[in-house]
């Protein structure tokens, strides 16, 4: 049976985060991933030359630490890209955040009365704020609801938004409202946040970050093992003493885990029926992407659009070339990758791969994008576990799940599944930091802490 100092589960963005802090400490941490590439979510698998990645990654951080990382782990490949992305709404390209003018220009006046009106009446009458359906009524008023919000949601993920937690909404949309669009509209001065216009990312897409880390790690004498999988998890004591990896017992001083919060718990020693409930109820969204190779190199401006129409199963597309030239091979040609939010049980997610890739080239046909005759070539990559939902519920569970975690000192979890939170790079690579320096007794802080607000994407106006 080797030992390792620490062991870490999963070589995703916390993963590698926490990695590299030891090694560059003088640890070797041992990694093990149980797929076959390193980056988790932000990994860039590749097809016939094509890069791809997994949903759309920027790098963009208020967090100098994480800014200074990023450029000393890629240097020179870490290029400024201008941001474009838009809503396309039946045929019609809408700014996001929306943009009053806009509205009343594509939507007609009577309609954009009738968004005020009711947004007035969400301020006279305001809902108790329960659910992300109520959140977004109270800011943005039942009208706008309905058109821009509820139907593309629901097809996020896959549940009534009156089913989700409000929290999803404070934390992704805090500080925007219709009122503040609005007040700029008409010039005043706002305090809402704006979208970021540029931001930073890989040459060779957003998985060669990640790519470069691993070797880094592997060069300060780490190890990172992948096809891996964690079966079980030794505790003794109220302390972790190893895992079974593949038949292979590990022992560990420390263990730190990205894995999802409900496989975790499952494969842990003397896990408390209780806790085990709590974590069974915990609800994830899958996410599968049908990459189309077309025989033109402009298709679009944007980076991505989000897909806000009823007829097409497609939540969002991306358009890797606008992203960075060099993941396309052949100048001649680019590649979109049709973004599809489903769970595993689903038709969509067990359809097979070559009539995924017809019904994702008649739906771009469809939203008039590009003729099906355009596509010469299609594959398909599927992530279980992509997205942690906020369930009403959910802070309940956690809590449960968090007061039994704490009891075992050496274990840490880390990560968008390890926190169950919707986190975004830097917020999740800052929880792999500080969970390296509580390891190296530099009392880095409690992981569960870390301030999703300081890491946001957007910026404020001042």
Known sequence: MKEYKTIIIGAGVAGLGCGYELANSGHKPLILEKGSLIGGLAQT???????????????????????????????????????????????????????APEVIQKLGLVEALRILGSYLKSKVNPPQIESLEDYIIANFGERLYQLFFK????????????????????????????????????GFKSNAKSL??????????CGQMYEVMGEKIVSMGGEIKLGVEVEHIYIEDNRVVGVLADGL??????????????????????????????????????????????????????????????????????????WSTSMIPDDNTTCLGMEYFCDRDSGLWNTEDKALVYIASIELQSLGLANYSDVID???????????????NYQHHIQ?????????????????????RYNNMDHSMLTGLISARNILGRDGGDVWEVNTERSYYETFEK
């Open 249 to 322: 017992p590990i022992e560990c001083d420390h263990l730190v885990s990205s894995m999802p919060l409900s496989t975790l718990l499952q494969v842990m020693d003397g896990t408390p029926q209780q806790v085990i409930e709590s974590a069974q109820q915990l609800q994830y969204r899958d996410f599968l992407v049908v990459c189309l190779i077309l025989n033109k190199p402009d298709i679009f401006p944007d980076n991505w659009i989000y897909v806000h129409n009823d007829n097409v199963a497609v939540g969002r597309i991306q358009n890797y070339r606008n």
């Open 378 to 392: 299609g594959f398909v990559f599927r992530q279980p576990l992509a997205y942690p939902v906020y369930g009403n």
């Open 151 to 186: 139907g593309y949601t629901q097809k996020v993920w896959g549940r009534a938004c009156s089913e989700i937690s409000a929290e999803w909404g404070q934390q992704r949309i805090k500080g925007l409202s219709l009122g503040e669009v609005i007040s700029k509209a008409l």
């Open 196 to 205: 970021i216009e540029e931001f930073y990312y890989p040459k060779l897409g």
């Open 45 to 99: 698998p590749q097809y016939k030359g094509y890069r791809f990645d997994i949903g759309g990654h920027r790098f963009y951080t208020k967090i100098p630490e994480i800014q200074q990382l990023w450029e000393r782990i890629l240097g020179e490949s870490l290029t400024t890209v201008q941001r474009l992305s838009r809503i396309y709404y039946y045929h019609q390209y809408f700014s996001y955040p929306i943009s």
């Open 400 to 420: 449960v799940i968090r007061q039994y975690l704490n009891m075992i000192p050496n274990l840490q979890t880390i990560g968008r599944n390890g926190l169950h």
